[in-house]
């Protein structure tokens, strides 16, 4: 059973532009949700978070908005920049638990 | 700066083999976790540990086994490689209390014959 969905695997947007990424979880335990991106031959890196208690968080370009009746989060770039293309990974975390649940990803594409 | 490094960027083995891939933090950390990434798969968590000579398995922990002797270097085993563990691998750390993030590696691509 795939708690965190990403479902669509790749976008392609123009720079400049805004990104949305999507992530759909079905766990309503989970109380803790972080994105991540990744680009080719390095580890994951972290991007931003929110907890279940909010819903909306905004670090710079970056906002994730979380809509927990949708049981529904996505992350907002604004502007979009080439540096901006890797592969970006949802995770939720339940509560009490130590275990992440990642997304399969969804890679970006931004064209200059 | 949270530092997480793998002993190894890429490694080939052949099969039978067995297999270790080191990963060490910098930070303290009390929990370590190792993951696997494979094309359409996403993360998929083998092993973690709460913290020195414990460990729980995650979700794929089958062909895989661990050691934590010490805070800072958690150790991912594979007893005897098989080509479907060619795989590219994470190590990340995380802080507990005061944080949910996890602190990725760099990764290390192993490709076994």
């Known amino acids: ?38 680009y080719p031959a390095e580890g994951p890196t972290f991007l931003i978070s929110i907890s279940s208690i ?34 970006y990974f949802c995770a939720g975390r339940q509560g009490g638990s130590e275990k992440l649940v990642f997304g399969k990803g969804t890679k970006l594409t931004v064209n200059p | 700066d949270v530092k ?24 303290d950390h009390e929990n370590m976790f190792w993951y696997r990434q494979d094309p359409g798969l996403g993360l998929r968590l083998i092993y973690f540990s709460y913290d020195v000579k414990m460990k729980e398995k995650g ?32 190590c990340a750390s995380r802080e507990r209390p005061r944080t949910d993030t996890q602190y990725f590696g760099p990764g290390t691509r192993l490709t076994v014959l």
């Open chain 1, 1 to 38: 059973d795939q708690q965190v969905k990403q479902n669509s695997p790749s976008l392609s947007v123009q720079e400049g532009r805004i990104s949305i990424l999507n992530c759909d979880y079905t766990n309503s335990m989970f109380d803790y949700f972080l994105w991540y991106k990744k």
């Open chain 2, 59 to 90: 979700d794929i922990p089958e062909g895989y086994s661990v050691s934590r002797e010490k805070k800072e270097r958690f150790s991912l085993i594979l007893e005897s490689a098989s080509t479907n563990q060619t795989s590219m691998y994470l």
């Open chain 1, 54 to 87: 909010k819903d909306k968080n905004e670090d710079g370009r970056f906002t994730v908005f979380l809509n927990k009746s949708a049981k529904h989060l996505s992350l907002h770039i604004v502007p979009s920049q080439p540096g901006d293309s890797a592969v």
């Open chain 2, 4 to 27: 997480v490094t793998q002993s190894s960027r890429y490694l080939v083995k052949r099969t039978g083999e067995k297999v270790f891939l080191e990963c060490v933090q910098d930070m």
